[in-house]
């Protein structure tokens, strides 16, 4: 059994942003620290698997599009280690196809690029929400 | 009986002597007149007549008895003069005794009289005196001893002037002079006496000219009434009545407190006063003001005062501060527990009271006051001054809070003031009241345009925007929050666009009293989004075609849309953070940078995307020319040699031919590798250009020592969309498309492109032209 709300700094509950683009990760940090969390950044996938080992965050937001493995290779390698870390795939791949495809890789829940920023809130704290 | 007795009977004897010796009625005459005028003197009336009558019969008898009628006349006539100096006498004698009477009657009415004056004098409540000339005591009542405090005989040695406090000594004695020139007759005044006991009494004092003394000097009267009472409870009215002016009347504690401590002071007769504050850091007591009456040497004792830390409890001040109501110091030299004694009996100062300054029901400061005097202290002076240190602690909170109010207002003005935001302050009527120098700025009109034209344009222009929107009006539905983007144009003929959102500020009673609203300037935000739409619409556009095409071109389109997507993610996600607010200028300065460099990739995206198009449906020509390669390349060194962190260098073959080619779209190639080359090279690389003639082709390659591509991107660089991403070249920005259209355009010329790498090491980018059919060298050429 993992521990998964593992708290980082400060008692805050930890969230993994694995997103190659500095903006996007500018604009995630901002928005999910302003929210109250403590936002760990991975510029690609095999560092995505790695924090996500080492930190174990409370949940994941991943990029698809990502050098080295990308996002979906990158949450095949974790759910492997860790079945139940809530993975959500933020992606600027938005056709239904692609949807179908990343619930089926697993994901639980995928948010679309670009996204209003209520709608990054509202995911991270359903996925972080304790069960 | 005797005294009745004692005439007849000398009458009787002179009768006797008369007849018996024969003696003419003249010689015994005046024997018997000495007899009626005694007899008249001491008797009363009918013994004098009585007498007189003997008498007169005496005298004339013996001639009526036997002598002639010519001998009677002369003892009737004796008779009558007998009966008439009786009669006249006895009226005279009668009429002497009547006045000694009343004279000794008047006399003891006098004595009488006077008793009562004395007494009446002497139990009189007011002090009365006579004094001489000189002003010396003469006469003085029990009361004005009292008044005084002196005894009868220490007074008779002193005059008025004596006992009169030194500030009053001048006018009294001019006063005094005055009445005895005869200037004046009468002098009231209201002043100081100085007691026995060194004290000092306020009285009324009268000085009345007394008409001249028998004696002939000129004597004043003096009437003297203590007013102390009165004096202490009008000073007591008084210095309240003056506490609450200066509190009325000012606005800070600093610029109440020394006439407030002043007039305490003055109204209460004290000499010193000071405030010491509650200091809740140090849970101490400090002195932080104080004030002395002008002229007295009070510093050191003032001085000592600032070095003291008071903790409850301790001392004087400390015990008030602890229990909150008002004590006292009557003695100094017999003091205690007073911190100060030494300095404060060197001053002269021998009485002290101190009193709570206290608001919400806690102490926040003693107020303590002292005098050279002796003083007791009465109940209704503590009543006043645990009222005025109730008053001066409200009043100390007020200022507190009034000054607190003034900082915060400050503080919101420089918001408003110095805002990058637009702010308008309007009425609930809409009416424009203020408006902050960003939003005349943005706008470019003075605010009397603003407030006339310009902003009911403006608040039109947000309600038809509402409209559409189904929003309320902006005055109906400020508690919506929306806000509402329009199109404004400037007092320079500029169109920009306007967010506009609506906050109101509720007045006391939390009705809405006026209305702030924020404009900021979203032009640059609003365009990249509709240019953004434009190009999404020409996307879609492109998709209907793009669906007739194969998968490649539908991938084509994913991989397109993804990075509009990928730049919009930016763009859309700060402009939101921008639109909320609450934002720091900093923060919003760096959001906009992000949305400007992201709208920009997009636009040249765009532009890239609309090269490729046309240069892969065939829509784009060559202008072909004779193009000098060497001079392209050296421009493009020129132009890239403004990058510091890379060294350029240039292998040209001078003997390298014409080439036949379209210069601007060989220019871009050159530029497009050569940018590539600076911007995958670490500091301090070397980006070197070359330029050779081959078999009817000019080589060219530019190579850089940069971080070269991984063997298994290497053959997807000329892909669109492929950019080298991994390790050190992940940031690095770009389109992707660069060397997709370098490569179109190459082979437009009939060239060819190649790259060799090697990770860590450089990339050498290579391409061929093929040279003019006359195979003139350029300096050929400019000979010809």
Known sequence: ?131 | MVRRATPILAIAVVIALQTGLGLPPVLVFPLYLLIVLLTAFYSSRIDSLFCAVLAAIGVSAPAMLGGTSDDLAVPLLLAAVLLVVAIAVHEVVGRIRAEAVGAERMAMELQGREERLRITVEAAQVGLALVGADGGWLLVNERLCVILGRSRAELLHLTVVDVTSEHDQGAISEALSMLRSGDILRWEAELHQVRGDGGRVPVEITIAAVSDHPGGERVLLVQETDVSTRKRVEGLRDGLVAVRHTIVSATTWEQAAPQLLGALCAHLDWDLAQYWAVDTDLQALRLRQAWHRDGAAFEEFHNQSRRLSIASGEGLLGRVWQSGIPAAQEDMSVATDYDRVAVALQAGLRSAVAFPVITGGSVIGVVEMLTHQPRMIENDLVTMLSTAGGEIGNFIRRAETAQALRRSEADHRAIFERSPIGIARISSEGELLEANTALLTMLEHDFQVMRSHAWPDLLRAYDQAAARARFSPLLAGISEGKSVQVRAGTGGGNWLWLQLSATSIPDASGRPEHVLVMVEDVTVVREAQDKLGEALESQRSANATLEKLDRTKTEFLSIVSHEFRTALTGIQGFSELIRDGGLEPDEVRAYGGYIFNDADRVNRLIGDLLDLDRMESGRMSIRTADVDINEVLSDSIARAGSSPSVEFKADLDPRLPIVVGDRDRLVQVVSNLVNNAVKYSPDGGTVTLSSRAEEGFALVSVTDTGVGIPPDEISHVFERFRRVRSGAAQSIPGTGLGLTIVKQIVEMHGGKIWVESAVGHGSAFHFTLPLAAENVTPLQRRHA
């Open chain 1, 1 to 131: 059994m993992h521990d998964r709300a593992v708290p980082g700094a400060k008692g805050l509950i930890t969230v993994l942003v694995a997103d190659d683009n500095d903006v996007a990760q500018r604009l995630c940090r901002r928005v999910l620290e302003k929210a109250g969390y403590n936002v760990l950044i991975a510029v690609d996938g095999l560092q995505a698997v790695e924090v996500a080992m080492s930190q174990r965050p409370a949940m994941i937001l991943m990029d698809v599009a990502m050098p080295g493995i990308d996002g979906i290779e990158a949450m095949k390698r974790i759910k492997a280690q860790i079945p139940n870390q809530p993975i959500v795939i933020a992606s600027a791949h938005s056709m239904s196809s692609d949807r179908e495809r990343f619930l089926a890789a697993g994901a639980d829940d995928i948010l679309s690029k670009p996204f209003r920023l209520s709608d990054l809130v509202a995911i991270v704290a359903k996925l972080t929400a304790p069960k």
